[in-house]
């Protein structure tokens, strides 16, 4: 939030953004049609920009005059017709093409998969809502769970797609869907799609992420998906999974040809000797994909920073990797938790509009994932040096020739003075020795000695 402090420059950077990724047209390809008077892309700007305003909608429609009534606004966020999920995923995709034009090809890009509490703890007659569990807490709350997958190249996340899922329970539901909606409508689908369980959702979004062809080596998360079944089946998406491991009773790994919990294979493998913050590694086996391939994996088992006998395992399904490499790449998944901390604490998620339609909450979560990816761009274009395009190559090479030159006039120099300091050569002579040796000197070099000193 900082990074947009005064509120005259809020319109100029809403513009530049909206303009630069050609949101109108995406809002076209993703089934945005205005109903009545008011166009789509103004509607979507008017509630874009409100919380950068620091005022609610009540309060900003009674002092600015813009044309907008509060119906406008309810109306555009309540149509079941919007397809949410691809304008969304069509406007991360056109960043993260702009973001690895900066990058090495060689930098490693992730996906990152995680849940977080959508909470609506005071509401009764919300669409959907339910009874779900908060990992943070370890309590119930009234909401939804926030299943949302994001890219991060280590500098930069952006959320690519999401679900607001209710509960596969009947009986954990406080309410049901609204009745009579048309079944081609995005609404209907995105609704059908929250009652299911959260690992056939996973795989749905995994899927619509690589039909878009997001580059990723990796996908990343926690414990709480780390199941031998995901695992193998992120595979048939062509990427890897590394994620953190639930020491359980429940989850077997076969390794040295018997099948163990995490805890006997940490007890029956060799530690690393002293106080080394990786204290074992070992291959084992997940089980057989769809066609009948074995699929082996990497664990690597990790000190807890608290010290003692704690510990912590991390599986990759990549086993080429090094157990330093397999570390550092889960480090990249700490950025979904910052995008959760920032949406909801500063980007106002699930409480700037307090509607009680399926459609409306995903489309406030959508334009407050849009906000983020806003201010994402603009993090770039301050921190990365790359991001004004040819002038920073032109800049480097200039700042490399002069570092050479000071190099080598500070040689030239010394030499000059050690002529006359210990070989007692008069000014004269020691002028001429070095005039001999510049002018002996290779082309490519002598061409960037400033021109009196060749002469001299």
Known sequence: MDIITQKDEIEGYINKFFKEYRIGSILSESNFNKEKGISTVFLLKFIFKLVFTGKNLYRFLQTEEIGVAKDSVYRFLNSCRYNWKKL????????????????????????????????????????????????????????????????????????????????????????????????????????????????????????????????????????????????????????????????????????????????????????????AKILASVIVELGRDEEGKLVKGKIVF???????????????????????????????????????????????????????????MIAHTTIVFLRYIMLSVEKRNNEDSRTIGDLFYHCCDEIRDIKFIEALLLLIDILTEKLRRFLYLPEKKAQEFMSNFISSLPLFIKVRIPFSLCES
């Open 302 to 360: 990790v000190r807890e920073k608290s010290g003692g006998n704690n510990w912590l395992a991390l599986l990759s399904s990549d086993i080429t990797l090094s157990e330093e490499e397999i570390i550092r790449i889960y480090g990249k998944r700490w950025d979904i938790e910052v995008f959760f901390k920032i949406t909801k604490s500063y980007l106002k998620l699930a409480k700037e509009f307090q509607g009680r339609s399926y459609d409306a």
């Open 88 to 275: 969304l995923l069509l406007l991360s995709c056109k960043v993260i093409k702009w973001i690895t034009s900066l990058t090495s090809e060689e930098r490693i890009k992730v996906l990152i998969l995680d849940d977080s509490l959508y909470s609506r703890s005071r509401s009764k007659a919300v669409e959907l809502l339910a009874r779900v569990y908060d990992h943070v807490e370890h309590k119930y709350y009234r909401g939804f769970r926030m299943l949302t997958v994001g890219w991060s190249d280590g500098a930069t996340f952006m959320p690519l797609t999401f679900s607001l899922l209710s509960s596969e329970n009947e009986e954990n539901r406080f309410c049901e869907e609204k009745a009579g909606l048309d079944k081609r409508s995005n609404g209907y689908k995105r609704r059908v799609e929250s009652t299911k369980k959260a690992t056939e959702v996973l795989f749905n979004l995994l899927a619509e992420v690589t039909n878009y062809k997001v580059a990723a080596q990796y996908i990343l998360f926690d414990s709480w998906f780390a199941y031998p079944s995901i695992i193998i089946g992120t595979l048939k998406y062509g990427i890897n999974t590394i994620c953190m491991l639930k020491d359980t009773p429940k989850i077997f790994y076969k390794y040295n040809g018997k099948d163990m919990v995490l805890n006997k294979i940490y007890n029956v493998v060799r530690k690393n000797r002293g106080k």
